[in-house]
């Protein structure tokens, strides 16, 4: 694996974006002490203050390495690297691809792909977000934004490896699909989740092994869906 550092960085997914275009054959790693225009998805920003939390990118050709269901399986190894680190930690994962502690978000994933220019997919980029031990979230995310320590001393280091190397097991591993259900906090739960103009309210009943979330409404009727967020739970 290739690992870049940086102090500063606009967004380690844009980077791995721009290495993409040299075709690089290997796995890259991007890592930054901080980002000055980090994002996540629907184009949000993703705070990412400096020295307290990870912002890393995994840029990964798909020819190379299975990456089926990328956002799960980094979302599996994330919540792993950080049990073994803050072992006390109640975490969970909120489908797809949020990590939360106490119902406050810790981390996100954000998988992007790039396209080889004929029919297929040739890189998949996963971008790693953690608020390790983050503080002054901006006003409109402090309710809803956490961090996972208030200790002054963490090793970001050795936690993105955890991460990196949880991500090469679960790579090939038959059974992520059942540890991401298993870390999963969405599963029984009455929610709300919006997919573009779709709003839906009900009971998420499962995950499927494409990934998809199942939602029973009120009038029972089953609706399945491959990406949307998860605006309330109740
Ligand atoms: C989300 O919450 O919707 C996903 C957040 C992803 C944030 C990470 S931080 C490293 C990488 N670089 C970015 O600009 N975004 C991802």
């Not at 991460?163 to 059974?175: L, Y």
């Amino acid at each position: 694996l290739n690992i870049l550092t940086f102090d500063e960085i606009n967004s380690t997914n844009d980077y791995a974006k721009k290495l993409a275009e040299k075709r690089p054959d290997t796995a890259i790693l991007i890592v930054a002490d901080h980002q000055t225009a980090g994002y996540g998805r629907f184009k949000r920003d993703f705070y990412s203050p400096s020295n307290t939390g990870i912002y890393m990118s995994l840029l990964l050709p798909i020819n190379k390495i299975e990456t089926d269901l990328p956002t799960l399986k980094a979302c599996v190894s994330t919540v792993k690297a950080l049990r073994l680190n803050f072992p006390n930690a109640d975490l969970k994962i909120k489908w797809i691809n949020d990590i939360l502690l106490n119902n406050k978000k810790i981390s996100g994933i954000l998988a992007e792909s790039i396209n080889d220019g004929k029919n297929g997919i040739a890189y998949v980029i996963l971008g790693i977000g953690v608020n390790l031990n983050t503080t002054d979230f901006p006003l409109e995310i402090q309710d809803i934004a956490s961090s996972i320590t208030d200790s002054v001393t963490v090793n970001r280091n050795k936690i993105i490896a955890d991460i990196v190397n949880e991500f090469f097991k679960i790579n090939h591993a038959e059974n992520f699909l059942a540890e991401y259900i298993r870390f999963c906090g969405t599963i029984g739960k009455r929610v709300e989740l919006v997919n573009g103009n779709q709003h839906i309210v009900g009971t998420a009943e499962k995950i499927k092994s494409d990934g998809s979330l199942v939602i029973k409404d009120d009038k029972k009727n089953l609706h399945c869906f491959n990406s949307g967020e998860i605006t309330k739970v109740y």
